[in-house]
T-cell receptor, first 115, second 113 residues
Framework: DVKVTQSSRYLVKRTGEKVFLECVQDMDHENMFWYRQDPGLGLRLIYFSYDVKMKEKGDIPEGYSVSREKKERFSLILESASTNQTSMYLC??????????????FGPGTRLTVL | GNSVTQMEGPVTLSEEAFLTINCTYTATGYPSLFWYVQYPGEGLQLLLKATKADDKGSNKGFEATYRKETTSFHLEKGSVQVSDSAVYFCALSDPTGTYKYIFGTGTRLKVLA
């Protein structure tokens, strides 16, 4: 089974703090994604990485950066957390071959609260 | 551009009732279509998918048929259970082959015993 894990299920941070959200997948997938999920808005793509050290901005990248130094790990960084970044953050990965091609596999999510 | 529209919830049903959650899409070309389910406190799980017109995806008693003529991918289940209570997301993958996926806003289903 594909497993995508996220470093924390719940996180509480203060305004202005630097925040790291970590995501690890164990299926050697090339592509990894960071989304945020907000009520009534569905999932919105923050950043995408199509391979190691490769990244591309999604629909809402402002206030975020990412790092992908190893294939299995994709980190989301909030440089200076703000209250409007309080949200559920979901990581996903996708392989480019095999029967599960084009399917995204999601982690359990990190609920971040910024006070 | 590409978009997904799904019915607003919440949808409340009694156990063993018939379920339909509507999903329509707009896309140039032929996207793959997906239904994901999110149980309370968890991430999204793929429920079913269809990759071309007239394909029927099915899993755990749920079904959806890719209808190109009506640009729809409605989710159905003949007899819901309390354990089906969750949020359901319809999604499409960009038909031009980029990495982008478009998700609907989600439909919350509550099944009462």
């Amino acid at each position: 089974d594909v497993k995508v894990t996220q470093s924390s299920r719940y996180l509480v941070k203060r305004t202005g703090e630097k925040v790291f959200l970590e995501c690890v997948q164990d299926m050697d997938h090339e592509n990894m994604f960071w989304y945020r999920q907000d009520p009534g808005l569905g999932l919105r793509l923050i950043y995408f990485s199509y391979d190691v050290k490769m990244k591309e901005k999604g629909d809402i990248p402002e206030g975020y950066s990412v790092s992908r130094e190893k294939k299995e790990r994709f980190s989301l960084i909030l440089e200076s957390a703000s209250t409007n970044q309080t949200s559920m953050y979901l990581c996903a990965s996708r392989g480019l071959a095999g029967p599960a091609y084009n399917e995204q596999f999601f982690g359990p999510g990190t609920r971040l609260t910024v006070l | 551009g590409n978009s997904v529209t799904q019915m607003e919830g919440p949808v409340t049903l009694s156990e063993e009732a018939f379920l339909t959650i509507n999903c329509t899409y707009t896309a140039t070309g032929y996207p793959s279509l997906f239904w994901y389910v999110q149980y309370p406190g968890e991430g999204l799980q793929l429920l079913l998918k269809a990759t071309k017109a007239d394909d029927k995806g099915s899993n755990k008693g749920f079904e959806a048929t890719y209808r190109k003529e009506t640009t729809s991918f409605h989710l159905e289940k003949g007899s819901v259970q309390v354990s089906d209570s969750a949020v359901y997301f319809c999604a499409l993958s960009d038909p031009t082959g980029t990495y982008k996926y478009i998700f609907g806003t989600g439909t919350r289903l509550k099944v009462l015993a």
